[in-house]
């Protein structure tokens, strides 16, 4: 296409015209700056999607529709603008309710397009027929039926505003004759909030709590990566001379070289960060919901300040003081808050003035103690482990330990990296070493917590940012659920780097089984062939590493491959079964049995 071809095709139709629904659908997905949808062709859309082309936009096909749906979550999540999903009505739509779920909680703001059966049909049990809309219900802010042909583009334009304004996945669903016949329509202009800064009375308040504050902590969290609000994070805090902690999977909130950040709370966290905000008077939780995974204990502490003043803030206001007590909540956008706060307090002098100096040699001294714990705790000490790591050395092969691999992946991570990170134990442990630079370069599942997210969401990352290297972490318990994504990439040319932590186990849940289970091991063993082989198979590079030393430079080559030749590499690492420790020791309760042929089983 030429670039004068290209500009005419994103051009929007002015005013009311006669057109297609199929037309007015397009020219609305137009108007939203929409060039990628993620799905899988399907006769419901099919009028619609045959001009996709020239309207601009490109449809990746993929190899299942959860992909699909994590795909355009990380699309969302790097570009701050919609990422799209669509599949064909019936099974297309119900392969991706995992991936929208995992965008809900991520607050991504997906748009999920869902043909439906045609009105002559429904209810008849007609083929691929589904009742679309429950099956999202609980998992977007706002579902949008059309109910006339005439409508498409209000309802269209609305779903897309509205994932915007909600911060949340969206659903459009359009039964699937209504793409074809005669109307009049205009495009509806994109709409967007104005958030704003909150209520002049809280912020007051707050500034008033800081301004007394004697150990103040920030908690930077994911609201303060969508709302394009670092600097005015880094303002407040060098302002009142506060350690950052990252918020639960958000490690990308706050800059990991400032000299105030102090990593991340939550699972496998920062003990610096815990032992920080332990000291705090006052929390300003910034862009944070507080959620309930990323506050419980952890490595032993208890670290939540049950004394402390709490100042939340959140562009929701459902979730002012839904899981933490507060103080003061304030309904605003993260930048803009944090923007206000350090303007109130400019000029004035605080009490947390006079220990600055004292606050940061704290800081600097908890965040030293914590490195050098991470360099020194090159494995896992508790009995199974150790039990592992002796068993693996009667075997053929070399095992590396997962922490000492997971410091060396961090030595040898590119400028500018975006890294998304599946569900399991040794990706959990990966939080400790995972540190960024710029906000929107990392991305997990959030409180859904679904396995088979981290490669189709770095995919879609990618495919929003092509000049950015882009990573994925999996054990290979999840790996088996999206690995067929490979194919995705290498079909067209969206080369990513994999890497895939090899033990040969479902390791975050056998840990239960050893912790409360007395090793009674269920249904947790994977023996698999190699991932690396399967990636050749699918026309990606693959490699295996068995040495430490190799891990570096095999990640360095395989980045160096995706940026300058177009390759997708997976990285298979031979890692040892050894686990390390569970977060939530209230999960699951030691056993009881009442039964005599049960009784061994405790």
């Not at 669509?86 to 965008?103: D, K, Y």
């Not at 495009?187 to 912020?203: E, H, V, W, Y």
């Not at 105030?260 to 032992?275: H, I, N, R």
């Not at 032993?300 to 709490?310: E, S, V």
Request: charged share 25%; proline share 5%.
């Amino acid at each position: 296409m030429s670039q004068n071809q290209a500009d005419v095709s994103r051009t929007v139709a002015q005013g009311p015209q006669k057109m297609t629904p199929s037309e007015a659908f397009v020219e609305t997905l137009v108007a939203n700056g929409v060039t990628d949808i993620f799905g899988i062709m399907g006769s419901a859309f099919m009028d619609a999607m045959d001009i996709f082309a020239p309207a601009g936009i490109r449809l990746v096909p993929v190899v299942h529709e959860q992909g699909a749906a994590h795909m355009a979550d990380g699309y969302a999540r790097v570009s701050g603008r919609h990422g799209v999903v669509i599949g064909q009505n019936g099974p297309g739509i119900s392969n991706c309710v995992t991936a929208v779920a995992a965008a809900f909680w991520a607050h991504s703001p997906v748009v999920m397009v869902t043909p439906e059966t045609g009105t002559m049909g429904m209810g008849l049990g007609g083929f691929q027929e589904a009742n679309q809309l429950p099956m999202f219900q609980e998992f977007t802010k706002y579902q949008a039926h059309v109910n006339n042909p005439k409508r498409m583009a209000e309802l269209t334009g609305r779903a897309f505003d509205r994932a915007m304004s909600e911060i949340g996945p969206t659903q459009l669903n359009i039964p699937r004759d209504y793409f074809y016949g005669e109307i009049e329509a205009e495009i509806p202009r994109p709409q967007r909030l104005d958030r704003g800064a909150g209520g002049a009375r809280s912020l007051d308040e707050a500034a008033a709590l800081l301004a007394e504050a004697e150990f103040p902590v920030i908690i930077s969290g994911g609201g303060v990566v969508m709302a394009d609000g670092v600097d005015e994070c880094k303002a407040l805090a060098e302002r009142l001379g506060a350690p950052v902690v990252n918020s639960y999977l958000h490690n990308d909130s706050f800059p990991a070289s400032h000299p105030q950040w102090c990593g991340p709370l939550g699972y496998q966290g920062s003990k610096a960060a815990m032992k920080l905000i332990a000291k705090a008077d006052v929390v300003v939780a910034l862009g944070s919901r507080l959620g309930p995974f990323g506050t419980l204990p952890q490595h032993g502490m208890d670290y939540w300040p049950k004394d402390a003043k709490i100042i939340q803030i959140d562009a929701d206001h459902r979730m002012l003081g839904l899981v933490k007590k507060i103080t003061v909540g304030i309904c605003g956008d993260a930048k803009d808050a944090a923007a206000a706060l350090t303007e109130r307090l400019a000029g004035k002098t605080l009490a947390c003035d006079a220990t600055r100096d004292a606050r940061a040699a704290t800081t600097k001294a908890e965040k030293d103690a914590w490195e050098a714990e991470l360099d020194e705790w090159t494995n896992e000490t508790d009995p199974f482990s150790l039990d592992m790591i002796a068993e693996q050395e009667q075997e053929e092969g070399n095992w590396l330990h997962p922490r000492e691999v997971l410091r060396e992946l961090e030595k040898a991570m590119p400028e500018h990296v975006m890294v998304s990170t599946d569900i399991g134990n040794i990706n959990s442990v990966a939080n400790s070493y995972l540190r960024f630079e710029e906000p929107r370069s990392f991305f997990a599942p959030m409180s859904f917590g679904n396995c088979g997210y981290a490669l189709p969401t770095i995919i879609g990352a990618k495919a929003a940012a092509m000049e950015r290297p882009a990573i994925a972490y999996a054990g290979d318990g999840a790996w088996g659920m999206s690995m067929g994504e490979i194919m995705t990439a290498v079909r067209h040319d969206i080369p990513v780097t994999a890497v895939v932590f090899h033990n040969r186990q479902w390791g975050a849940e056998k840990k239960n089984q050893v912790d409360f289970y007395n090793r009674r091991f269920v249904a947790g063993e994977l023996e698999s062939e190699s991932f690396a082989g399967i990636a050749k198979a699918m026309g990606a590079d693959g490699v295996v590493v068995e040495k430490l030393e190799e891990v570096g430079p095999a990640l360095r080559k395989a980045v160096e491959a995706q940026l300058n030749e177009g390759r997708t590499t997976v990285i298979e690492i031979m890692c040892t079964r050894e686990l390390g420790d569970p977060f939530r020791r209230d999960a699951l309760s030691k056993p009881v049995r009442f039964l005599e042929k049960y009784k061994d089983y405790v």
